[in-house]
Nanobody, 117 residues
Framework: QVQLVESGGGSVQPGGSLRLSCGVTGDTYNLGCLGWSRQAPGKERERIGFIDRNGDITYADSVKGRFSISRDKAKNTLTLQMNSLKPEDSAMYYC???????????WGQGTQVTVSS
């Protein structure tokens, strides 16, 4: 099993920045894909970005150019740097992982991000 624990959520004004972290523990052998998704009330969960086993990173159009994903394999952490935040970025943010593909099998409990003036 794999455990994912997010941290770093909170409230920020529009245009501000937040940095989310995800600690990954457990059976991390051959864990090939890590990423972030979010879900706002009344909306479907949205995959916002992921990094695959080759280090290639893919972003959703909604966050491209504003959000940045990085992975520290030595520390087993995944980071989401969010800049130029907008009210529509408000959501519960989830860290997720897949072992042999980027079809996420493991999920964290989520951390809330609120963007409001």
């Amino acid at each position: 099993q794999v455990q994912l624990v997010e941290s770093g959520g909170g409230s920020v004004q529009p245009g501000g920045s937040l940095r989310l972290s995800c600690g990954v523990t457990g059976d991390t052998y051959n864990l090939g894909c890590l990423g972030w998704s979010r879900q706002a009330p009344g909306k479907e969960r949205e995959r916002i970005g992921f990094i695959d086993r080759n280090g290639d990173i893919t972003y959703a159009d909604s966050v491209k150019g504003r959000f940045s994903i990085s992975r520290d394999k030595a520390k087993n952490t995944l980071t989401l740097q969010m800049n130029s935040l907008k009210p529509e970025d408000s959501a519960m943010y989830y860290c997720a992982a897949g072992r042999f593909s980027c079809s996420f099998r493991y999920w964290g409990q989520g951390t809330q991000v609120t963007v409001s003036s």
